[in-house]
């Protein structure tokens, strides 16, 4: 049981409900949230204005933004890479929530851009850490005939009865080289600017494409150097929202790249894509929940502000209801986001059921609460005067990138009833 003496005003964190950061964490959150604050929200307003080419282009503000976040040390991946798994599933999800309350479309081209070097940095290889350590990447899986497809690597949710697609981009096996042919989606974050590429892709290792008597492909992970000749880009995709995230297509004709730089080879380039899925749809959760934040903290401070009916329109009751619900959204969010890092760092984890778990809600509801909270503004949400329309723009995309959540919640299912029925010992 609680008594109070006296009933005093609750005590709030940049992140809400904060009982228990210590000085070191509060320190780190504070200077993410400060970066955030004034490096990120001035350039990501720039360049949503921009077009795709201009926001690319040498003289950006989006290159700017890199050098500073580079030099800010908030990413540094050897420090980060040195952290115990209970530092990381605490001190993660507070600085990707800060960044997603800065600028989402930044937040991700930060992270997606460095998704080659982690997974450098995490073979140990000093000659793979030396060559793709250092440098901007991207991630490239999705092609344009396969898309959510490649969620279900494994192919457990193939149609019965067919195959999964070969898509537009494959390698075959050249005594000790790969070659790569093929396009890739226009959807790869930062590929206009990426040096370099973590790409997964079906490989032909001397047998054909599929694996023999199966409905699924034989895949590899591999490191490519975007300098290799053969390499193209597509146009920078103009979308609706984080336009700050420079996305596109990138080419390949013959691309030949060292046997050594393919780091995963069969099922286990399919367990390296479904980890790197992992990581990333937890990363998700907490950068979104600093947008659903984000979305909140400017609704909060438009209803003290705006006066309708003789008053500011908190003081009426159906705005307090909205408010109020929008505050427990983000709390839930949060909740939801760190319980996962705690899981997947935990003893028992990673697993990919957790992090889709927690993306899907995370990014369903940060829609739900930009949109929302763009409705208290009224006709002014819908104005670029205020930054309610780009929000809910960004917080849309999110409930397709890092896998389509209908695709991701049919996969999360799978585990769950494997689980079920390992436990009850059931077949059905």
């Not at 500011?312 to 890092?341: C, D, G, M, P, Y």
Request: one cysteine or more; charged letters at 20%.
């Amino acid at each position: 049981m609680f008594t109070f003496d006296k009933l005093g005003l609750p005590v709030l964190g940049l992140r809400g409900l904060e009982a228990d950061l210590s000085e070191e964490e509060r320190a780190i959150q504070e200077n993410v949230h400060r970066f955030a604050r004034d490096v990120m929200r001035p350039i990501g307003k720039k360049l949503d204005a921009m077009t795709p080419e201009e926001v690319v282009a040498e003289g950006s503000p989006l290159h700017d933004y890199m050098a500073q976040m580079y030099a800010s040390g908030i990413l540094d991946l050897g420090a980060l890479d040195s952290m115990s798994d209970l530092e990381k599933s605490r001190i993660f999800p507070l600085i990707f929530e800060e960044l997603g309350w800065g600028d989402s479309g930044l937040a991700i081209a930060t992270l997606a851009s460095a998704i080659p070097a982690f997974t450098a940095y995490g073979t140990g290889d000093p000659e793979i850490i030396e060559r793709f350590g250092s440098l901007p990447g991207c991630w490239l899986a999705t092609q344009p005939d396969k898309g959510s497809e490649i969620v279900d690597m494994d192919a457990t949710n193939v149609h019965p009865g067919t195959q999964q697609l070969k898509g537009n981009l494959s390698v075959r096996k050249d005594g000790n080289e790969y070659v790569i042919n093929g396009q890739s989606s226009a959807w790869v974050s930062y590929g206009p600017l990426a040096q370099t590429a973590m790409a997964y892709l079906p490989c032909d290792y001397g047998d054909g494409l599929f694996k023999e008597g199966t409905q699924g492909l034989n895949w590899v992970g591999i490191m490519i150097p975007l300098d290799s000749p053969g390499v193209s880009r597509g146009k920078p995709l103009d979308k609706i929202g984080q336009r700050a995230l420079p996305q596109g297509g990138l080419f390949f004709d013959d691309v030949r790249i060292p046997e050594k730089y393919a780091i995963a080879t069969g099922d286990k380039a399919v367990g390296q894509m479904m980890g790197t899925l992992t990581f990333a749809n937890m990363e998700m959760a907490a950068t979104f929940t600093g947008v659903a934040r984000a979305a909140f903290e400017h609704a909060l401070d438009y209803v003290h502000e705006r006066k309708q009916g003789g008053t500011a329109i908190i003081n009426h009751q159906s705005v307090q209801t909205r408010i109020f619900s929008l505050w427990q959204k983000v709390e839930a969010s949060r909740a939801l986001s760190k319980h996962v890092f705690s899981y997947n760092y935990a003893s028992h984890g990673p697993h990919v059921l957790a992090s889709v778990t927690s993306k899907t809600f995370v990014t369903d509801t940060a829609f739900q609460v930009t949109s929302d909270a763009l409705q208290l503004f009224g006709g002014n949400g819908l104005t670029k005067e205020y930054p309610m329309e780009k929000i809910m723009r960004d917080a849309r995309a999110a409930m397709i990138e890092d896998g389509e959540n209908t695709v991701l919640g049919l996969k999360g299912v799978t585990w769950l009833t494997r689980w079920y029925q390992d436990k009850h010992n059931i077949s059905v």
